[in-house]
């Protein structure tokens, strides 16, 4: 597991992702856009739901995977792989680092963070939290969490008047902890992937700049008649 984040280490991580109402959203043709990733020198991905994953791992056994499970639970907001069900069907599929919601907010069955980040090392993977603040950061980090991404910034009730990329919660959080910290979030070019770089930031993450066709076309097309 430690060559894994060795390999990640001041890396392009590409979020390979498209809604589920795109044609997009299909196994295969996101196991493509991970590869076409790869191909330009990303040295990982990350991925939603599991026959995403297993696709993707099969048409690249080697390539660092962070896998995650978005999961809309009534009554709960926690949604990126909120149960340890999930988090199994992610181990299954091939994932090396489970991504995670590490807020405070509840959970559902009433599981800890602190229990499904051991059941999780259990299954022989790395986690990745997901937070907003420097104190879930932090909790995150002290519940035993391998690296930490600032990957909810901006999209929580308490960070919600917020804009991403979160700068701060990245200085923050590479100040105060000595685990990885993954900068993940609105990262639009390339000079922002670099001060996050220059911030400290083991790694960057990008996601819509990149492979966000849907979104993308929906902007341009605002300017037309």
Request: charged fraction near 20%; include cysteine; charge should be negative.
């Amino acid at each position: 597991m430690k060559e894994i984040l060795k390999k990640l280490e001041k890396t392009l991580i590409v979020s390979c992702q498209a809604p589920i109402n795109s044609p997009l959203h299909q196994p295969n043709i996101i196991a493509a856009i991970a590869q076409a990733s790869i191909n330009q020198k990303a040295a990982g991905v990350r991925i939603d739901t599991p026959s995403h994953v297993e696709a993707t791992r099969q048409l690249m056994p080697d390539i660092p995977i962070i896998g995650l499970w978005k999961q809309q639970i009534p009554g709960y907001e926690v949604y990126i792989t909120p149960r340890l069900q999930d988090a199994q069907a992610i181990a299954k599929a091939g994932a090396d680092i489970i991504a995670i919601d590490a807020t405070s907010r509840k959970r559902p069955e009433g599981e800890t963070l602190s229990h499904l980040i051991t059941k999780i090392h259990e299954l022989g993977k790395l986690v990745m939290a997901d937070v907003d603040t420097i104190e879930n950061g932090l909790a995150a980090a002290n519940a035993g969490v391998d690296l930490v991404g600032t990957t909810l910034y901006g999209y929580t009730s308490e960070t919600q008047h917020l804009q991403p990329p979160g700068y701060s919660l990245l200085d923050d959080l590479v100040k105060q902890l000595d685990i990885p910290i993954i900068c993940e979030g609105g990262i639009a070019s390339p000079s922002m992937a670099q001060k996050s770089l220059d911030l400290g930031a083991y790694a960057v993450v990008v996601g819509t700049a990149i492979t966000g066709i849907d979104l993308k076309v929906k902007d341009f097309r605002a300017v037309f008649p």
